[in-house]
DNA sequence: CACCTTTAAATTGTCGACAATCTTGAGGTC
DNA sequence: GACCTCAAGATTGTCGACAATTTAAAGGTG
């Protein structure tokens, strides 16, 4: 694979060569095909990539700062070690974050927002009914939830925190630990009645809605895990 | 100034020579030295620093990641330009984060923890009526607090956000909009009446207390801004 | 005078090479 | 056999130079 010339499908054009490769290799730790913990060699990625070193250094600091790759100096850089204990203080953050950008967005939301939470929603009962109790809505489904009300929060620097440095890690440990719920029918039920909450603009309601939903989830994710 | 050497004062050596600068520029960007909002070149810092300009860039993506900077493809890096809106943002973040610190720090706290908390906060009584009503024992007491209960949280992904991301834009707006609060003396009841809870095991209340005492100061800039 | 075009200067992106540091494994010592 | 020493190899850190792009100013046109 060239990424210097854009040929590749992914990553789109005019970003420059070093984000093209901060892309792709996201995508490869995410869906594990870097496996988490092993090394990451700079020349071998660079020969693979027909890119220079540095080109290549700028991507895994990016990398480094989404909370990815674990970086030393004079050592080298490390995927993160995925980990129970890391899992369950991803749910803990994410509850305190969901639930206030849930609670403002129950303040915040516009008419668009309110309309395109609504179609998602309805999307979702759909896409339910057909696959019965399979239950496999939600590696998408339940992404597209979060990610939208966190957008109708309004606040950057939570939409920053959450989509842009959070979710990633969420998303690897879903791929890797394969996280596809049984929880599906009931998670649509909280859904909807948090949606229901930030039509209403009822703030605190929403955020105690959302925190409950995630805690749930982790209590779920618990008891699997022993 | 020359970082090359490890001659300076501040960044310690046996560290890369790509962090020193970063450290430094760190420094000089929450103090205001370097203006927010105003353009940084790499040649002229490189310069500046006898440093080449692959060390600097090196240290500009970590001011970026930190959100210290902001950078676009070919065009080069600014300083992050301070808003009363970035600064409400970042009150809402901390109330949710710090809030569930200090849930977490009254379940999970040691021995160690409390000792450390009572300690800081005598130190704190001391200070303020030494200083009576002239209430400056903010800048460093205040930041101790939070920062200590935040580590006495345990979760780390939780110390990571707020104390190597979000607590460098805090002090930025505190150097340069000059968040001197005169709440210091409730502010330290505050303080206090938190500590209790945590030392009771009480996270609920821990959790409330946090929220309302960042929220008072929140509401406290608000009343200021106009 | 406003606006577009063009050209030169400066800045950023990318690269390959050298120096400093770490890792590995062989060999020796107790 | 366990442990230390010390080289060889590989990897990371740092640098200066060239190519690509943007910015600015100069000049022309309506």
Do not use: W
Not at 62 to 84: F, P, Q, T
């Amino acid at each position: 694979m060239d990424l210097r010339d854009g040929g590749t499908d992914i990553p789109e054009a005019n970003l420059s060569l070093a984000e093209r490769l901060f892309l792709t290799l996201r995508g490869e730790i995410v869906e594990g095909r870097i496996p988490a913990g092993s090394k990451v060699s700079e020349p071998e990625l660079a020969r693979r990539f027909n890119a220079s070193r540095g080109s290549l250094r700028e991507a895994l600091m990016r990398l480094e700062s989404l909370g990815l790759l674990e970086r030393r100096v004079n050592v080298g850089a490390r995927v993160v070690e995925l980990s129970e204990r890391g899992l369950l203080e991803l749910y803990d953050v994410r509850e305190a974050l969901e639930g206030m950008a849930c609670r403002l967005a129950a303040l915040e939301r516009t008419e668009e927002d309110l309309v395109a939470l609504r179609q998602m929603l309805s999307r979702h009962e759909q896409q339910e009914e057909l696959q019965a109790g399979r239950a496999y809505f939600q590696p998408e489904g339940d992404f597209d939830f979060h990610f939208r009300i966190v957008q109708a929060s309004g606040n950057d620097l939570l939409i920053d925190t959450l989509c842009n440095r959070l979710y990633y890690r969420v998303r690897m440990y879903r791929y890797q630990l394969g996280m596809a719920s049984p929880r599906a029918k009931r998670a649509f039920r909280e859904h909807s009645h948090i949606i229901e909450a930030i039509e209403a603009g009822d703030g605190k309601l929403a955020e105690i809605l959302m925190r409950r939903h995630i805690r749930a989830s982790r209590h779920n994710i618990e008891k699997k895990l022993r």
